[in-house]
C-alpha cells in the first residue's frame, strides 16, 4: 500500500458502502477518500483507467 501511495495512487470508498457498514470515513488510509460512481467516473475521464471493485 506504501508504493500505491508514493506512486500516487488513491482509493475510493463507496458511499453507501460506509455508510451501511458503519465505517468512520476518519479511519481510512490517508489517500483514500469516500466517493460515489459519479466521483469515480468523473476521476476516470475519457482516458482507459483500471478499476476493482471487491
Known sequence: ????AH??????A???CV???GVDP???VDNAEVAG???LWEWIGDDCTATFSF
Open 19 to 21: 455508510k451501511a457498514k
Open 26 to 28: 476518519d479511519s481510512l
Open 7 to 12: 506512486a500516487g495512487g488513491h482509493y475510493i
Open 1 to 4: 500500500m506504501d508504493r500505491f
Open 14 to 16: 463507496c458511499g453507501i
Open 37 to 39: 460512481t459519479v466521483q
